[in-house]
């Protein structure tokens, strides 16, 4: 019988986590199964301890169920303390263990994949919402000589900020710096739409990372406009994935070969 595992999300249908989660046991040899189920907006918890009763193993979360998903653990990591919010569950026991892979996911496909050294970079991170919040720690941790928060709401940047121990304000605090990384966590590619960003905000040879995959957004266009070197977010998508394969099998799986193939297709 093998062990089951989800993505509890609502919408969820888009979800490339079971494409990429059955990969992962395939070249690891694990037998488990991994299934996306649409948790009502009102019933995450109920539908996440139905699953639990039914045999799962553990799930990830993505919106709008990450700070619900914080909320029910009765163990955190320090990750997913420092976000507030939780994207992977492993149940054992009486425990459930929340814990938080995306800035992992972010730091890996950056230095991993992309082959950028974060210490001693200038960093900006466009956002203070929950993107933001899951990948200030691990930055942090890699010695960055600036971490920067910018957003709308100038105070918001600033409390976030004072979490990681960094700088933050409102984007009209940006003119007159520049950056060696910009990773945008807002919302704006959604909507297609973009921050308001000054025409010289890259260092040469920077780089733009928007965590939105799978399309060209504006950011990304006023990046390459501006001289930057530029990246989506499908190489986060697939190492935060692979941690939380590993918090839950003690695996590590290649994660190249699964970018590759999602690409790809």
């Not at 595992?5 to 990969?23: C, D, L, M, W």
């Not at 054992?92 to 263990?97: C, F, L, V």
């Not at 950028?116 to 466009?126: P, V, W």
């Not at 940006?174 to 990773?183: A, E, W, Y």
Request: hydrophobic residues 45%; aromatic residues 8%; negative net charge.
């Amino acid at each position: 019988m093998p062990d089951r595992y989800a993505v509890f999300g609502n919408p969820i249908t888009h979800s490339k986590s079971p494409r990429i989660q059955a990969e992962f046991a395939r070249q690891t040899g694990q037998d488990l199964v991994y299934e996306a189920i649409e948790a009502p907006l009102a019933g995450f918890a109920d539908a996440v301890m139905a699953f639990r009763a039914a045999g799962g193993r553990g799930c990830n979360v993505t919106v709008p169920f990450k700070e619900q998903a914080y909320a029910l653990a009765t163990w955190r990591s320090e990750r997913a303390k420092a976000a507030g919010a939780v994207n992977t569950l492993s149940f054992a026991d009486d425990e459930i263990r929340g814990d938080n892979t995306d800035g992992i996911g972010l730091v890996r496909d950056l230095t991993d994949n992309l082959g950028l050294d974060l210490a001693g970079k200038r960093i900006l991170l466009l956002g203070a919402g929950g993107a933001a919040r899951g990948v200030g720690l691990p930055v942090m941790e890699c010695k960055p000589a600036e971490l920067f928060i910018a957003n709308r709401t100038a105070d918001k940047a600033r409390e976030l900020a004072a979490r990681f121990n960094c700088h933050g304000g409102g984007y009209d605090a940006l003119p007159g710096h520049c950056f060696d990384l910009i990773v945008n966590a807002t919302a704006a590619s959604l909507a297609g739409d973009m921050p308001p960003l000054p025409n010289d905000i890259f260092a040469p040879g920077g780089l733009a990372y928007d965590m939105m995959y799978g399309r060209d957004t504006p950011f990304l266009a006023f990046a390459r406009a501006h001289g930057a070197h530029c990246s989506d977010g499908l190489g986060m998508l697939v190492e935060q994935a692979a941690e939380a394969f590993f918090v839950w099998r003690g695996l590590r799986p290649d994660s190249a070969p699964v970018i590759k193939l999602l690409r790809e297709a």
